[in-house]
């Protein structure tokens, strides 16, 4: 049995005593957090407290400087593991689309079926325009991304990332960077993820949508878990006093 496999038994996700470092600057400072499959996450907190960089660890774009992640089982701080292959189940959708902008929304979703799973053409196009039917872009596979909305891009990055068919799904703001109008359709689109039996981590400020759709909120300051719970105890009765310092200046 490989390394990068996956363990049918084990969470989706498990950390333990995450710690990262950037220098002298400790940004995370031990998790422990662990994610059901099937749970979705949501993860909160003000800006500089760590959120991006738990996410980053998940997939490994930053080296933990110490502790232990597994993704169904596989655990990416191994460094025998095979990390390309433990990555290819997890889909990242992050704040800025990161569409390439040369390719139409078909081949932005096609380009990595084919070169990292090695699917034909027209397999990765069948895929393809099934996530985009998901995604309610049908009508917009001939696009470039600059003929498209700020949420019309975001739903293609999402589509994108279900093309792979990952087991998990980080999103890291997603929708921040959109015009107050194009956020609900993003988020109609991640609720029905999550109601399809996806397992999400997602980092948000869209308190409603963590409070309709989470099965559990964590909340973060200071590169910490300060409490987590389900979100009618996290948002709606934090026990702690920096959350509802934080709430309050969201809500
Ligand atoms: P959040 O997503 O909660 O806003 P981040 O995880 O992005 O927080 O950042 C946490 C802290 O780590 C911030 O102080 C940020 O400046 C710092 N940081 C993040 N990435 C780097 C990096 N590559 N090099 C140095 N410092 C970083
Ligand atoms: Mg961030």
């Known amino acids: 049995m490989d390394k990068a496999d996956t363990h049918p038994g084990a969470p989706a996700i498990g950390i333990e005593g995450l710690r990262k470092s950037f220098g002298d600057l400790e940004v995370l400072g031990g998790i422990d957090l662990t994610v059901a499959r099937g749970e979705v996450v949501c993860v909160i907190g003000p800006s500089g407290s760590g959120k991006s960089t738990l996410l980053r660890c998940v997939n490994m774009l930053e080296e933990p400087s110490a502790g232990r992640i597994s993704v169904a089982g596989a655990e990416v701080t191994d460094p025998d593991v095979d990390i390309d292959r433990v990555r290819r189940r997890i889909g990242m959708v992050f704040q800025s689309f990161n569409l390439f902008p040369h390719l139409t929304a078909l081949d932005n979703l096609t380009i990595a079926q084919r070169r990292v799973l090695g699917r034909s053409r027209p397999e990765a196009e069948k895929v393809a325009r099934a996530n985009l039917v998901r995604v309610g872009l049908t009508d917009k ?37 959109l015009d107050p109008e194009l956020v609900g359709d993003v988020l109609a689109v991640m609720r029905q993820l999550a109601d399809e039996g996806m397992t999400m981590l997602v980092v948000t400020h869209e308190m409603s949508f963590a409070r309709e759709v989470a099965d559990r909120v964590v909340f973060m300051d200071e590169g910490a878990v300060v409490e987590q719970g389900a979100p009618e105890q996290v948002i709606g009765n934090p026990q702690h006093r920096r959350t509802r310092v934080f709430l309050a200046r969201v809500l």
């Open 141 to 177: 596979e001939a696009s470039y991304p600059a003929q498209l909305s700020g949420g019309q891009q975001q739903r293609v990055a999402i589509a994108r990332a279900l093309s792979m068919e990952p087991e998990l799904m980080l999103f890291d703001e997603p929708t921040s960077a």
